[in-house]
Nanobody, 127 residues
Framework: QEPLIEYGGGLVQAGGSLRLSCTTS????????LAWFHQAPGKEREFVAA????????YSRDSVRGRFTISRDNAKRTVTLEMTSLKPEDAATYLC???????WGVGIVRPRAMDFWGKGTLVTVSW
């Protein structure tokens, strides 16, 4: 079973909205911080947002704060990224990730902080 499976990518016009979802395997539960990263062609993978184990705290990169919202439902084993006011520079493959790290904030923005990854879902933003 894949540890993380993303859904919801697609083509959207600039200024539009898109909702990404990620379903986790049974072994990835409330012990894990869940996060979203993105990676554009030819660029490094970058942190987008993370949600704490209980879902009571979130942390996101400056460029998406106020536009993207991350949330989780531990009973359904899902993490969601609501993206609004999308810009062409948001276009990338979005990957769901999980970590049991004790760190938070800047301590989890590096891809190497993650223990598991999904394969990603493509988001394209057109003018």
């Amino acid at each position: 079973q894949e540890p993380l499976i993303e859904y919801g990518g697609g083509l959207v016009q600039a200024g539009g909205s898109l909702r990404l979802s990620c379903t986790t395997s049974e072994s990835i539960d409330g012990r894990y911080i869940l996060a979203w990263f993105h990676q554009a062609p030819g660029k490094e993978r970058e942190f987008v947002a993370a949600v704490s184990r209980s879902g009571d705290r979130t942390y996101s990169r400056d460029s998406v704060r106020g536009r993207f919202t991350i949330s989780r439902d531990n009973a359904k084993r899902t993490v969601t990224l609501e993206m609004t006011s999308l810009k062409p520079e948001d276009a990338a493959t979005y990957l769901c990730a999980a970590t049991r790290s004790a760190a938070w904030g800047v301590g989890i923005v590096r891809p190497r902080a993650m223990d598991f990854w999904g394969k990603g879902t493509l988001v394209t933003v057109s003018w």
